[in-house]
């Protein structure tokens, strides 16, 4: 990809082209739930840079409940970032529950270590800094992995996210869950390209063909959800 620093700090527009609205939810449903150290880690990865790469905390709260729906005890995040849905998780496993945590940047990681830490729940995470394609290769290849996960949470690289649904797919169980981040892209997926700035198109275009291949997958049932910058919930039934 070019220009690959300036497509990372791009800012979107709200999804639901109204910040008004946007405002409204997270105050009066969203932040009187948040928990306090999430709430703490927010506001430390705004002062951050890029810092509006960070989960949502709207789609954070969704993701809450369907964890406890689920049970979930062992999950997978391809990209942590500073660790706010890391952190969620944590929060919302078994004391005994796994996360398998990857991401190319451990100091990022680092920023929420210590948010980490004070909720007690650093034992539940195994960090593991890589590129995520050699991980979850060398995962789907020990058969004592395959259909063992409960959740994935996907928030990385758009133009690679079909490439580990192609792995996840083989890691979360049957009934198990797959959620993809960003995949509304503050509405840009129906805006026509010509009036895209050209630092968005790359996003724009993968986003576009993540949802086309999600949908055109019946090996899960699927929700595209408008929360967040667009949450894609897929339960696996193949």
């Keep these: 990809m070019e220009n690959i620093e300036e497509i990372m700090n791009a800012n979107f527009p709200v999804i639901l082209q109204s910040d008004k609205l946007a405002k409204y939810i997270v105050e009066t449903a969203v ?11 927010r506001e430390r990865t705004e002062n951050y840079p890029r810092g509006n790469m960070g989960t949502s905390p709207d ?15 062992k999950t997978i995040e391809i990209g942590v970032f500073t660790g706010y849905s890391l952190l969620l998780t944590a929060l919302n496993i078994p ?25 007690g729940v650093e034992h539940k995470i195994d960090f ?55 995949t509304l892209l503050g509405g840009f997926v129906v805006w026509p390209e010509e009036d895209v700035e050209a630092v ?10 993540v949802n086309q291949a999600l949908a055109n997958d019946h090996r899960v049932e699927i929700a595209l959800t408008p929360v967040g910058d667009g949450l894609t919930i897929c339960r ?3």
């Design 59 to 73: 789609s954070g709260q969704l993701i809450s409940i369907l964890l406890k729906l689920l049970n979930a005890k």
């Design 236 to 238: 696996r039934i193949a």
């Design 128 to 182: 593991i800094e890589s590129p995520a394609l050699p991980i979850l290769d060398k995962l789907v290849q020990d058969p004592s992995n395959l259909g063992t996960y409960d959740f994935a949470f996907i928030d990385a690289d758009k133009w690679s996210y079909m490439n580990y649904h192609e792995r996840l797919i083989k890691l979360v169980k049957v009934g198990g869950l797959l959620a993809y981040d960003d």
């Design 95 to 119: 004391h005994d529950g796994k996360i398998t945590a990857i991401d190319i940047d451990r100091k990022a990681y680092e920023v929420g270590l210590p948010f980490i830490k004070k909720a």
């Design 200 to 209: 968005h198109r790359p996003f724009r275009k993968a986003a576009i063909e």
């Design 31 to 41: 932040y009187p739930r948040e928990a306090q150290l999430l709430k703490e880690l």
